[in-house]
Nanobody, 122 residues
Framework: QVQLVESGGGLVQAGGSLRLSCAAS????????MGWFRQAPGKEREFVAT???????YYTDSVKGRFTISRDNANNILYLQMNSLRPEDTAVYYC????????????????WGQGTQVTVSS
Protein backbone atom coordinates (compact mmCIF):
# COMPACT_ATOMS: atom_id res chain seq x y z
CA GLN A 1 0.00 0.00 0.00
CA VAL A 2 1.27 3.45 -0.95
CA GLN A 3 -0.26 6.78 0.05
CA LEU A 4 0.70 9.90 -1.88
CA VAL A 5 0.40 13.57 -0.94
CA GLU A 6 1.36 16.30 -3.39
CA SER A 7 2.45 19.84 -2.54
CA GLY A 8 4.19 22.79 -4.13
CA GLY A 9 1.58 24.01 -6.55
CA GLY A 10 0.65 27.65 -6.90
CA LEU A 11 0.34 30.66 -9.15
CA VAL A 12 3.33 31.67 -11.24
CA GLN A 13 3.95 33.93 -14.22
CA ALA A 14 4.87 32.50 -17.59
CA GLY A 15 8.56 31.72 -17.70
CA GLY A 16 8.71 31.02 -14.00
CA SER A 17 9.45 27.84 -12.08
CA LEU A 18 7.82 25.60 -9.52
CA ARG A 19 8.88 22.42 -7.82
CA LEU A 20 6.21 19.90 -6.96
CA SER A 21 6.73 17.33 -4.25
CA CYS A 22 4.96 14.07 -3.62
CA ALA A 23 5.43 12.51 -0.21
CA ALA A 24 4.88 8.79 -0.19
CA SER A 25 4.20 6.43 2.66
CA UNK A 26 4.82 2.72 2.51
CA UNK A 27 7.91 0.60 2.51
CA UNK A 28 7.58 -0.29 -1.17
CA UNK A 29 8.04 3.23 -2.52
CA UNK A 30 11.47 2.59 -3.97
CA UNK A 31 10.24 -0.43 -5.94
CA UNK A 32 7.43 1.39 -7.71
CA UNK A 33 7.52 3.27 -10.96
CA MET A 34 6.37 6.80 -10.17
CA GLY A 35 4.66 9.24 -12.47
CA TRP A 36 3.31 12.75 -12.72
CA PHE A 37 0.08 13.43 -14.55
CA ARG A 38 -1.99 16.55 -15.04
CA GLN A 39 -5.56 17.44 -15.80
CA ALA A 40 -6.67 20.77 -17.20
CA PRO A 41 -10.30 21.92 -16.96
CA GLY A 42 -12.45 20.11 -19.50
CA LYS A 43 -9.65 17.80 -20.55
CA GLU A 44 -8.66 14.24 -19.80
CA ARG A 45 -5.88 13.46 -17.38
CA GLU A 46 -2.62 13.20 -19.29
CA PHE A 47 0.83 11.79 -18.73
CA VAL A 48 3.62 14.23 -17.91
CA ALA A 49 6.65 12.22 -16.74
CA THR A 50 7.60 8.92 -15.24
CA UNK A 51 10.59 7.59 -13.34
CA UNK A 52 11.30 3.92 -12.82
CA UNK A 53 12.88 2.46 -9.71
CA UNK A 54 16.12 1.96 -11.67
CA UNK A 55 16.18 5.59 -12.80
CA UNK A 56 14.74 5.52 -16.31
CA UNK A 57 12.82 8.68 -17.14
CA TYR A 58 10.24 9.47 -19.79
CA TYR A 59 8.55 12.76 -20.57
CA THR A 60 5.70 13.87 -22.74
CA ASP A 61 7.03 15.90 -25.65
CA SER A 62 5.57 19.20 -24.50
CA VAL A 63 7.62 19.26 -21.29
CA LYS A 64 10.92 17.81 -22.50
CA GLY A 65 13.79 20.13 -21.66
CA ARG A 66 11.64 22.10 -19.20
CA PHE A 67 10.53 19.58 -16.56
CA THR A 68 12.66 17.16 -14.55
CA ILE A 69 11.35 14.24 -12.53
CA SER A 70 13.43 12.90 -9.67
CA ARG A 71 13.03 10.90 -6.50
CA ASP A 72 14.57 10.72 -3.06
CA ASN A 73 14.18 7.10 -2.05
CA ALA A 74 15.68 7.66 1.38
CA ASN A 75 12.90 10.08 2.26
CA ASN A 76 10.15 8.67 0.03
CA ILE A 77 9.69 11.85 -1.99
CA LEU A 78 9.03 12.31 -5.68
CA TYR A 79 9.74 15.68 -7.30
CA LEU A 80 8.81 17.49 -10.46
CA GLN A 81 10.96 20.53 -11.21
CA MET A 82 9.11 22.71 -13.70
CA ASN A 83 10.96 25.51 -15.48
CA SER A 84 9.98 27.88 -18.27
CA LEU A 85 6.35 27.42 -17.40
CA ARG A 86 3.70 28.26 -19.96
CA PRO A 87 0.01 29.07 -19.58
CA GLU A 88 -0.81 25.73 -21.21
CA ASP A 89 0.87 23.98 -18.27
CA THR A 90 -1.99 25.13 -16.07
CA ALA A 91 -3.63 22.06 -14.55
CA VAL A 92 -4.06 19.98 -11.44
CA TYR A 93 -0.96 17.86 -11.12
CA TYR A 94 -1.11 14.36 -9.66
CA CYS A 95 1.57 11.92 -8.65
CA UNK A 96 0.91 8.24 -9.04
CA UNK A 97 2.56 4.89 -8.52
CA UNK A 98 2.43 1.59 -10.35
CA UNK A 99 4.16 -1.72 -10.17
CA UNK A 100 7.10 -1.76 -12.59
CA UNK A 101 6.08 -4.95 -14.36
CA UNK A 102 2.75 -3.68 -15.65
CA UNK A 103 2.30 -1.72 -18.89
CA UNK A 104 2.62 2.05 -18.52
CA UNK A 105 -0.98 2.93 -19.34
CA UNK A 106 -2.64 5.34 -16.96
CA UNK A 107 -5.17 2.75 -15.85
CA UNK A 108 -2.37 0.62 -14.43
CA UNK A 109 -1.37 3.19 -11.86
CA UNK A 110 -2.68 1.83 -8.58
CA UNK A 111 -2.11 4.76 -6.25
CA TRP A 112 -2.88 8.45 -6.71
CA GLY A 113 -2.46 11.61 -4.72
CA GLN A 114 -5.15 14.22 -4.31
CA GLY A 115 -3.53 16.66 -6.71
CA THR A 116 -2.04 20.13 -6.49
CA GLN A 117 -3.10 23.10 -8.60
CA VAL A 118 -0.59 24.81 -10.87
CA THR A 119 -1.69 28.04 -12.53
CA VAL A 120 0.54 29.86 -15.01
CA SER A 121 -0.48 33.39 -15.92
CA SER A 122 0.46 35.00 -19.21
Amino acid sequence: QVQLVESGGGLVQAGGSLRLSCAASGRSFRTYTMGWFRQAPGKEREFVATLSYIGNTYYTDSVKGRFTISRDNANNILYLQMNSLRPEDTAVYYCAARRPEVPPQIQNYDYWGQGTQVTVSS
